[in-house]
């Protein structure tokens, strides 16, 4: 397996005011092809600058950060962009689907700014093909306002999936959704990493967590635990005991 | 890209279609007024320009001298310092004169059976016609020896015609009394219009100026007589020999002021656009600066459109755009605005310039000139004001932008 993330003594320090803040001090890891990693960790951890910094969103003040072999250390603001159009697939907590505009429209976002800019129809096509994959089919003229929570965060999986990504990033994908949607959600990601998928998730939900292979926990800008998930839930089954349970309520009122 | 940025814009735009149109309202009263204006001041220079054409061709005027009573300056005409023999003088003298006719202006009671009329009667000579480029519809002028011998034959023009004998009768060959002489008509005039101070050329009798001198006013000076220059290029050096023969003749030594004026048809044409040309440029300082105040209208709102959507353009940034991406995308959005607010404003211009007429009888001329520069005004403001808010967008932080409440 091909490393698609590595960071080697990766150190970020933010000047605030006078003082110099130092949020992640030297960190070291390496995440592989087909990986699904759980950052975990407090606020003020440092999971979120580890997050902006694997997302090509910002840079290291330290060490080394390569992304599918590419230094992204010293690339500029333009090269970044380019970059995280072609390699990067972004969940966020939020959604932050585009209001008043359609699901596809949605999807086809990234596809504006890929370079070369592909033709309407290949456009079109490809969103519609994604949101398939998300199990959004037949809902593609859906605006944000008309779609639940769990839809929307689908529409968002399925825009972070159109440009072929060598990685998926999420950060706090479940946030804002119920537990019942949480494990759905989930459980595209799963299926997602079957197929090969690298799939980085941000989480503070240690249950949301043991869906993934690996959980890295941060704590004080630093590295404190990095384990393989024993005892990993798989979604499918969750949601299978969850209508067991539900029935069983409603067996006997 | 352009197609889908464009796409993108007008749906930004559209979707605060009230934002967008109170934005452009700016824009369009500025645009609606240079539009406007432009086309009143050009509309005003066609018209005194045909007015000073309607004068003849190449025309020097010489006017009498001033005369004050009680304190009171009367102006240049009043004085009758002009005689016959200054006029045959210039005539026979000045090089590169083509044709000369004075000019004796009188009002008079004009009868034709028992139809009656009060026109302007002016004597003039043999030349008039021609130094005025005024064809006859019907008939022809009078000769020297008409005015020489004082010949009670008289032009009549197109309104007083119409007065005096109706519609369809040609007037040439019939006699008109005037003052109770009887004269006979020789020519009918091409109709003319209306001059300067809006008086109807038209209503007009022509006669021999020794007729009108001796039998209708008495004078024995001219007030005033026009000659005609050879060519444009003539007109300069016409004028001033004939300010340097009168100065002789009426022996004014150095330093004494003239007692007559004389002017060419270019410098009356010209006294007589400059109001309307400052007019114009006063009006067109206050358009510019209410497209200005549009133009920071447009900036203004395009401002505030970058702060809503802040999270917007931090997904964008985060997918992939490069913020020339984001930057070409809110100029053009700001282009558009300010391209609908001028399109709009060049109706509105056209509207008003086009009802002008119908209100204040003034005459308006739109050039094309005005629509493209108009055009080209509202899609630079667009890109001057606009381009503050988008590179403000472009250099957005993705993360800080991300997390933007």
């Known amino acids: 397996m091909k490393p698609v993330i590595q960071l080697v003594d990766f150190s970020k320090t933010y000047a605030s005011g006078e003082i110099e803040v130092k949020a992640v001090r030297g960190v070291s890891l390496t995440m592989l092809e087909g990986e699904f990693v759980a950052i975990m960790g407090a606020s003020g951890s440092g999971k979120s600058t580890m997050m902006n910094t694997i997302g090509c969103l910002d840079r290291p003040t330290e060490g080394k950060y390569l992304l599918d072999g590419i230094d992204v250390g010293t690339l500029d603001r333009n090269d970044r962009a380019d970059l995280r159009n072609k390699k990067i697939g972004f969940v966020f907590q939020g959604f932050n689907l585009l209001a008043r505009t359609t699901a596809v429209e949605n999807v086809e976002l990234p596809m504006l700014y890929g370079r070369p800019v592909l033709p309407g129809r290949e456009q079109r096509r490809r969103a519609m093909e994604s949101l398939a994959m998300v199990g959004l089919a037949g809902r593609e003229d859906h605006t944000p306002n008309r779609l639940s929570g769990g839809q929307q965060q689908r529409v968002a999986i399925a825009r972070a999936l159109v440009n072929r990504p060598a990685l998926l990033l999420a950060d706090e994908p479940t946030g804002n959704l119920d537990s019942r949607t949480s494990i759905e959600i989930m459980g595209i990601f799963q299926r997602l990493n079957d197929t090969g998928m690298t799939v980085v998730m941000v989480t503070h939900e240690l249950d949301i967590a043991s869906y993934c292979k690996r959980i890295v926990v941060m704590r004080d800008g630093l590295i404190k635990s990095d384990t393989e998930v024993a005892g990993r839930l798989l979604a499918s089954e969750q949601l299978a005991r969850l209508d067991a349970e539900q029935q069983a309520v409603q067996l006997h009122p | ?405």
């Open chain 2, 1 to 405: 890209m352009i197609g889908a940025t464009l796409k993108l814009a007008i749906r930004a735009l559209h979707r605060n279609l009230l934002r967008t149109l109170l934005t452009a309202l700016g824009m369009i009263i500025g645009v609606a007024a240079v539009i406007a204006s432009v086309s009143m001041g050009i509309g005003a220079k066609v018209q005194v320009e045909s007015q000073i054409a309607s004068l003849g061709q190449n025309v020097v005027m010489v006017l009498s001298g001033q005369v004050s009573r009680g304190g009171f300056n009367m102006g240049f005409g009043t004085a009758g310092t002009l005689t016959k023999e200054d006029f045959d003088a210039v005539r026979r003298e000045v090089p590169g004169v083509k044709g000369a006719s004075p000019e004796v202006r009188s009002f008079a009671q004009l009868a034709v059976g028992n139809q009656n009329a009060n026109a302007q009667v002016i004597g003039v000579g043999g030349d008039y016609l021609e130094v005025r480029a005024w064809p006859c519809t019907s008939g022809g002028t009078f000769g020297e020896s008409e005015v020489r011998s004082a010949a009670k034959v008289a032009i009549i023009g197109r309104t007083t015609a119409k007065t005096l004998f109706g519609d369809d009768v040609d007037p040439v060959g019939q006699i008109v009394r005037i003052k109770s002489a009887p004269f006979t008509i020789v020519g009918l005039l091409q109709a003319k219009g209306m001059n300067m101070m809006g008086q109807d050329q038209d209503d007009i009798v022509l006669v021999p100026y020794t007729s009108a001198m001796k039998r209708l006013t008495g004078a024995t000076t001219f007030r005033s007589f026009l000659t005609q220059a050879e060519s444009p290029d003539d007109l300069a050096s016409v004028q001033t020999e004939i300010s340097e023969l009168l100065r002789q003749r009426h022996k004014m030594g150095p330093g004494r002021d003239d007692d007559f004026l004389v002017r060419t048809q270019q410098e009356i044409a010209e006294a007589a656009t400059a109001t309307s040309r400052v007019m114009t440029m006063i009006i067109g300082v206050v358009a510019s600066v209410s497209l200005v105040v549009g133009g920071i209208g447009i900036m203004n709102i395009m401002l505030v459109s970058v702060t809503e959507r802040t999270r917007e353009i931090g997904v964008r940034l985060a997918v992939g755009a490069r913020g020339w991406d984001v930057l070409f995308q809110f100029l053009t959005e700001s282009i558009v605005l300010s391209l609908v607010g001028g399109l709009l404003g060049i109706a509105l211009g056209a509207t008003i310039s086009q009802s002008v007429p119908k209100l204040f009888q003034v005459p308006t001329v739109i050039p094309a000139w005005s629509i493209i520069v108009a055009f080209g005004v509202s899609a630079a403001t667009g890109i001057i004001f606009g381009f503050y808010p988008a590179l403000k967008a472009s250099r957005l932080d993705p993360i800080d932008a991300l997390r933007y409440e």
